[in-house]
T-cell receptor
Framework: DQQVKQNSPSLSVQEGRISILNCDYT??????FLWYKKYPAEGPTFLIS?????DKNEDGRFTVFLNKSAKHLSLHIVPSQPGDSAVYFC???????????FGQGTRLTINP | NAGVTQTPKFRVLKTGQSMTLLCAQD?????MYWYRQDPGMGLRLIHY???????AKGEVPDGYNVSRLKKQNFLLGLESAAPSQTSVYFC????????????FGDGTRLSIL
């Protein structure tokens, strides 16, 4: 049972435009969400996170939005740059848990 | 800055062979984790440790064992490798559990023939 789902395996966006990556979850106990970015042959690196007490968190070009009623979060990248081409994973955890639950990942390609 | 180092980077095994994957971190982190990544599956937690001398099962622990004898090292063992264990293995560490971001190594690509 996939508790965290990224339904788009891939996304292609033109350089300078907005990239929107989506993530859905089923467990209403999740109260903290993170996004990781992964380049080929490297490990994932932490990008941005959001607590369930917020609906938006912004860090430079990256903004994460959380819609608790819809159990949905999204990562916006504006403007998109070639270096943003990578696989993006969303992850979730709930209070007191020691472990993250990851989605399947979305491969983002930024075209010049 | 080494961060999290995984050894080896690549390995090919025959079914039934055993091996140990080593993870070392130099950030004095308490928590360490082993994940496997398979196509279309994301990262799945195998085992984790909340401190030296402790281990706990994750989502997919069967066929694996772990040890955390020293704070900086977390070992993942395959006693009798099976083709289903062909995967990319990632180690991670964090200062504490929960919302603290995890720092990942660059992975070990393991093929079981």
């Amino acid at each position: 049972d996939q508790q965290v789902k990224q339904n788009s395996p891939s996304l292609s966006v033109q350089e300078g435009r907005i990239s929107i990556l989506n993530c859905d979850y089923t467990n209403s106990m999740f109260d903290y969400f993170l996004w990781y970015k992964k380049y080929p042959a490297e490990g994932p690196t932490f990008l941005i996170s959001i607590s369930s007490i917020k609906d938006k968190n912004e860090d430079g070009r990256f903004t994460v939005f959380l819609n608790k009623s819809a159990k949905h979060l999204s990562l916006h990248i504006v403007p998109s740059q070639p270096g943003d081409s990578a696989v993006y994973f969303c992850a979730a955890l709930y209070q007191g848990a020691q472990k993250l639950v990851f989605g399947q990942g979305t491969r983002l390609t930024i075209n010049p | 800055n080494a961060g999290v180092t995984q050894t080896p980077k690549f390995r090919v095994l025959k079914t039934g062979q055993s091996m140990t994957l080593l993870c070392a971190q130099d950030m004095n982190h308490e928590y360490m984790y082993w994940y496997r990544q398979d196509p279309g599956m994301g990262l799945r937690l195998i085992h984790y440790s909340v401190g030296e001398g402790t281990t706990a099962k994750g989502e997919v622990p069967d066929g694996y064992n772990v040890s955390r004898l020293k704070k900086q090292n977390f070992l993942l063992g395959l006693e009798s490798a099976a083709p289903s264990q062909t995967s990319v293995y990632f180690c991670a560490s964090s200062t504490s559990g929960g919302s603290q971001p995890q720092h990942f190594g660059d992975g070990t690509r393991l093929s079981i023939l």
